[in-house]
């Protein structure tokens, strides 16, 4: 086997290897990489912005740990963006996983920003059964939750007051990660009920809501860690997305770079056997 | 001397009760904390109820135009507020309230048949505006939800389509498909499996049964069990949910019993590892190291695992055939797999292998269709580009 | 009669879900909510023959002791593990279990995770070769997104991140909503004849 045939079938260990690299020394050694903000983001952050103070908006966590590097911090970036506007936060889940990552984020922007558990925030917790569990929140929030995440009643909290349906949310938030998600939240809330709804997802599956975002449906999309580190961005505030973008654009310039070799070592290996 | 102070003094609801003002309405004088240079804003105007359409009942839509004082004039209304009686004189109680800047409300909490008036008022924080009232109103349950008329319409015509060609496939005419090279290749990759002496491994995706992937899935693996107990090739069926699995297993077993080999059939091999994502990847992973199948197949839906699955397979050199309906997978296991069966091929799959005229017959019918919906995108295009949107309005359900 | 009884049941629901689309009137309104609780008190009943088939299963491999039989230990192990820290401490912030969760679960998952980025590149430096025009401009594609999608595209050309924006918006939207009219065309014809008993391998055999 020539060099060509050898490159062009090297052992993919090697290409771990290099990606790893890749990705630990921008970490460890930050480049810096200015982040563009494009339009879905931009959507999404003026949808936040245009609220105004003492307005509610529900943040629906459908996302695990295994896609928290994409989403989280999402969550905690929409937190401190809320929190800073002076906005309400009622949290719930779709995922059982989620309702102590949306937990641990509203915590952390609360305890930056002097807000307090059960005035300015609180946290539902989980209901299994998906979209049957967005109908029942569009008719009734306290029936269909009438305890939040630790079993208190959510008659207790101050924020929950006058709080009844759909009626009395200003926007609707899906961070999601596959089904139930954004696409459910869709079909009813903004479908049924005409409610503003926006949405963050992982990267891979962010294309297939532009057909939404473009018909109006979605009010702004935040599409895997570059999305989150664009909204950072926006909120002037950076977080582990950010922090990511250098490690995220050598990988994806090493990949691309892989691409092209692959390919060179292909034509030259066709030529030759030509 | 009091009487011009009251006369000087606006917004102040000490109205008789019988005065044009309150209509008829009852409310207590003390309501209102009057200031000297407080003015009640400006009432909401055209205010109808109708009975929330398309519904089990128990709904009314209350509507109403904008207050001149809210987000205009003197932008001084924070709320309406939105009460409810079955009098018009009398008993109106508050039911809710709509932010300013809305101009829509729904009463959830009606019983059917029973008529209701709804008042709304303008509230700035201290005084609400004049009461403006609904004309009666009761709620009632619709027998079919008129929103969806496009889509009963279309799966009245796919349905026809697809019996029409079951039929014409029950009467023996000869339906051409194109031929499916993924399809085409799973006796292929059954017979290599058995050549080299490994075993063959079938992942049905990680969705539960509910899922119509799922379903599709354990259609093929009926197929595939029925090959593979026919050329006695091991069949390893790691599942992700438990009602697959006793899925699965009823469905591998009968497949083994149709060959003519119960003896062969092995429950064990068809066994359940965790409904959690990663958790089932790394299971999978394990297995295909340790057993090196000779062949995979990934029939079903798939989350974000599908390219670990596909690569570690590709990894051990079997081959591979994948077929999933999550457009976002489809990328990845055409990059690691030797075919794929895209989309619609998925469910296509179980009248390929089995080429059961009936099962052909409602594949014909459903490609009529498709053609139908392409000639109605184009003609809809057409039209939207000349300002025509009442077709797309009517496909649009609610 | 046994395989009767499942094409009836599997006739009566299809129909009522139809139904119950078209037709908000009671009762047939309550019907998806109905079968969907029926579903999850199903599912979770089936969880109890999942974990009955993983315990027996792995129980009998310490018996038998095949090659790879101290995986097991591992997974039984871990089960027992879990199950008494949720079971005597229960699962709240804090305890045990949720200690276990953030610490040993999350890092796991996510780590299967981050696999991806090795095996995204591995699969593309095998499999993104101009064999044909359609695979060179899939390959072209997948380098301009790439590249376009994070900072370092901005750096080599400021006009990236649009075009990587516009082949997103618009040739990938067309062939996802191509794709899922086509899946949607295919769900009901399959549904169509799982309703009607056309197609019942999956349930009771040929």
């Known amino acids: 086997m020539n060099i060509i045939e050898r490159l062009e079938k090297i052992d993919r260990r090697i290409i771990f290897i290099l990606i790893l690299l890749a990705v630990i020394i921008p970490l460890l050694l930050p480049i810096g990489f200015k982040i563009k903000v494009s339009e879905p983001v931009r959507i999404f952050y003026e949808t936040i912005e245009e609220l105004q103070p003492g307005s509610i908006v529900l943040i629906s966590s459908e996302y695990d740990p295994s896609t928290m590097p994409e989403v989280y911090p999402m969550n905690q970036a929409l937190a401190r963006h809320c929190f800073a506007k002076n906005l309400k936060i009622i949290g719930m889940g779709l995922w059982p996983q989620g309702i102590p990552l949306n937990q641990a984020s509203m915590e952390q922007a609360a305890e930056e920003y002097g807000k307090e558990y059960g005035v300015d925030y609180v946290n539902l917790g989980y209901k299994a059964g998906g979209i049957v569990v967005i109908s029942a929140v569009s008719e009734n929030i306290p029936t269909t939750f009438p305890q939040d995440y630790a079993g208190r009643s959510v008659e207790e909290f101050e924020v929950m007051e006058g709080v009844k349906n759909f009626d009395n949310i200003d926007l609707i938030v899906s961070l999601s990660a596959g089904d139930p998600g954004v696409r459910q939240w869709i079909m009813i809330a903004q479908g049924r009920y005409g409610k503003k709804v926006s949405g963050g997802v992982t990267a891979v599956s962010a294309p297939a809501f532009y057909p939404y975002l473009h018909a109006g449906q979605l009010r702004g999309l935040i599409g895997g860690m570059k999305g989150a580190a664009e909204y950072e961005t926006l909120i002037k505030k950076s977080g582990t997305a950010s922090r990511g973008m250098d490690a995220q654009s050598i990988a994806h310039g090493l990949i691309v770079l892989f691409i092209v070799l692959a390919n060179v070592f292909f034509i030259i290996g066709k030529r030759k056997k030509a | ?398 | 009669m046994k395989k009767q009884i499942p094409l009836i049941i599997t006739f009566i629901a299809g129909m009522a879900m139809i139904i119950q689309y078209f037709i908000p009137h009671r009762p047939f309104s309550d019907i998806q909510q109905l079968f969907n609780t029926w579903f999850l008190i199903i599912t979770v009943f089936a969880m109890i023959l999942g974990l009955g088939n993983l315990l027996k299963l792995h129980t009998r491999r310490l018996q038998r002791r095949p090659s790879g039989w101290w995986y097991s230990i591992v997974l039984l192990i871990g089960f027992a593990i879990m199950f008494i820290a949720g079971m005597v401490w229960g699962i709240e912030r804090g305890t045990p279990f949720d200690y276990l969760f953030w610490n040993v679960h999350l890092p796991m998952s996510s780590m299967m995770f981050a696999l991806l980025a090795f095996f995204v590149a591995s699969a593309s430096y095998r499999a993104f070769r101009a064999r044909t025009p359609e695979a060179t401009l899939l390959l072209v594609s997948a380098i301009l997104v790439m590249i376009g999608r994070v900072p370092l595209g901005n750096y080599i050309w400021d006009k990236l991140p649009l075009l990587g924006d516009w082949i997103m918006s618009y040739p990938n939207m067309a062939g996802q909503r191509a794709i899922m009219i086509g899946i949607a065309l295919g769900v009901i014809s399959t549904s169509l004849r799982i309703i009607l008993g056309i197609e019942r391998t999956y349930l009771v055999g040929k």
């Open chain 2, 1 to 398: 001397m009091l009487l011009i102070f009251l006369v000087l003094v606006k917004g102040i609801i000490f109205y008789p009760i019988d005065t044009p003002h309150d209509n008829n309405l009852a409310f207590n004088i003390g309501e209102s904390i009057v200031e000297v240079e407080s003015i009640a804003p400006a009432p909401p105007t055209n205010v109808v109820a109708k009975d929330k359409p398309n519904d089990a009942g128990g709904g009314i839509i209350v509507s109403w135009t904008k207050s001149a004082d809210d987000g205009a004039g003197r932008e001084s209304v924070i709320e309406y507020q939105i009460f409810r009686s079955t009098s018009p004189d009398e008993g109106f109680e508050l039911i809710g309230t709509a932010n300013k800047g809305f101009y829509r409300f729904v009463d959830s909490a009606t019983k059917d048949g029973t008529k209701y008036f709804y008042v709304v008022k303008a509230f700035d924080g201290m005084l609400h505006s004049q009461a403006v009232m609904s004309e009666a109103v009761a709620s009632r349950a619709q027998w079919f939800h008129t929103g969806r008329i496009s889509m009963l319409v279309a799966v009245l015509i796919i349905s026809f389509l697809v019996l029409w060609f079951i039929r014409k496939a029950k009467r023996g005419e000869e339906l051409y498909i194109r031929p499916i090279a993924g399809l085409e290749a799973v006796d292929d990759a059954v017979g290599r499996a058995t050549e080299m002496g490994k075993p063959i491994m079938y992942i049905p995706g990680i969705l539960d049964m509910d899922d119509i992937q799922t379903i599709a899935s354990m259609i093929i693996l009926g197929r595939v069990a029925r090959k593979a107990a026919e050329y006695e090739t091991p069949l390893l069926v790691p599942c992700c949910r438990s009602i697959v699995m006793s899925a699965a297993q009823e469905t591998v077993k009968e497949a083994y019993l149709d060959a003519g080999r119960p003896d062969s059939y092995d429950a064990d091999k068809i066994r359940y590892l965790t409904d959690d994502q990663f958790g089932y990847a790394a299971g999978v992973d394990g297995l295909m190291i340790r057993e090196t199948p000779g062949a995979i197949f990934y029939m079903g839906a798939f989350y974000a695992e599908s390219l670990i699955l596909a690569e570690t397979g590709h990894s051990t050199g079997a081959i591979q055939i994948a077929g999933t309906a999550m457009p976002s997978q489809l990328p990845f296991f055409v990059t690691a797999c030797d075919y794929t069966l895209i989309g619609e091929e998925l469910f296509a799959a179980s009248a390929y292998l089995s080429r059961e005229p009936l099962l052909l017959g409602s594949l014909k019918g459903q490609d009529f269709g498709k053609a139908i919906f392409i000639i109605i995108i184009i003609i809809g295009v057409i039209l939207a580009t000349f300002g025509f949107s009442e077709l797309a309005a009517w496909l649009t359900t609610g």
